[in-house]
């Protein structure tokens, strides 16, 4: 049996003071699988507001703390009816299994432990593009596909949330507009339109989701729905959010706030990756070695150019 007691990880000491350091582990419990991480993403909403200590009060907020729910790894050791077995590469959306740091979200990190119900097995050859399942479950938790909810007819916002939106609302069999005020944000050939929301006048939208973020434009997204339409805040919006009461008024406006993905939206984005419908590709555009999470970080959180940042843990010593 193997036995891990301490791991390298990226811990937040502080707002804006990042180290690499050991951590101390639990002892694995029962159901828990060992993971060693390959690859870790950097998110660009809590994790960016928990770096720069722009964070509201959250529950289990604190330093310090390991960040990251998007890891992806290799399993080393799990129990024979887990499922899971030694070689397996798997995503796993975070872990809290360390002593001496805070584990909210704990997936930034050389070695973690976590019931292995959370972690799901995917293919090898999706390699660091598989750090987007938690974002991908995020952006399909926002759109909930039913037959009385009709798919996004416009996305605010073009980052790889916006993206993801896009692509599995086009999986789903809709056709959504994107708007986007970064013009090297607006690729062309995405295989749907993105244009900047000054060129478009449209006012009919019947369902519009904001993963922009940008709470203070949320009055002017309201001007373009359609009568009975539906504003989704897929975002993490950290001031108070206002609008304009008569244009929601005539519209008689529905409002909806998409929080945490549920397992059932990670199941379904997997069927869509495992069955074609779905590409990750193309949204991961950075990527560094651990020991310069420093840069990674800082990059991440303040070039609009970075989309997707990875941190690769192939050489963690």
């Not at 799901?120 to 759109?143: K, M, P, Q």
């Not at 896009?166 to 959504?176: D, K, N, Q, S, Y």
Request: charged share 20%; proline share 6%; with cysteine.
């Amino acid at each position: 049996m193997t036995i891990a007691r301490s791991a390298h990880a990226v811990v937040f000491e502080g707002p804006r003071s990042l180290t690499r350091r050991r951590v101390a582990l639990v002892s694995r419990g029962p159901g828990e699988v060992l993971v060693r991480t390959l690859y870790s993403g950097i998110s660009t909403g809590t994790e960016r507001l928990f770096y720069s200590g722009e964070m509201p009060d959250f529950p289990g907020m604190g330093y310090p703390l390991v960040p990251g729910y998007e890891t992806v790894g290799e399993v080393l050791e799990a129990e024979p009816h887990s499922g899971l077995s030694a070689g397996d590469r798997v995503f796993v959306p975070g872990a809290n299994c360390y002593s001496d740091v805070r584990g909210l979200f704990g997936g930034a990190s050389s070695l973690v432990y976590t019931a292995a119900h959370r972690v799901i097995r995917v293919d090898a050859s999706l390699g660091e593009d598989a750090v987007l399942f938690a974002l991908a479950a995020t952006a399909y938790h926002a759109i909930r596909p039913s037959a009385q909810a009709p798919l996004p007819e416009l996305i605010v916002g073009h980052g790889a949330l916006g993206r993801l939106l896009a692509r599995i609302t086009v999986a789903l069999g809709g056709a959504p507009r994107v708007w986007e005020t970064r013009p090297e944000r607006r690729d062309p050939g995405a295989g749907y339109t993105v244009c900047d929301p000054a060129d478009d006048e449209s006012r009919c939208f019947a369902t519009i989701v904001d993963a922009s973020g940008h709470g203070a434009a949320l009055e002017r997204w309201v001007t373009h729905l359609a009568p009975r339409g539906e504003l989704v805040l897929a975002g993490f919006y950290t001031s108070a959010l206002n609008f304009d009461f008569v244009p929601a008024f005539l519209r008689e406006m529905r409002l909806r706030v998409a929080a945490q993905w549920l397992p059932q939206d990670l199941e379904a984005v997997r069927h869509l990756v495992a069955t074609g419908s779905l590409s990750l590709a193309g949204i991961v555009n950075r990527r560094e070695p651990i020991q310069a999470a420093d840069d990674a970080y800082r990059n991440a959180f303040e070039d609009p150019a970075c989309l997707k940042m990875v941190l690769d843990w192939s050489n963690v010593q």
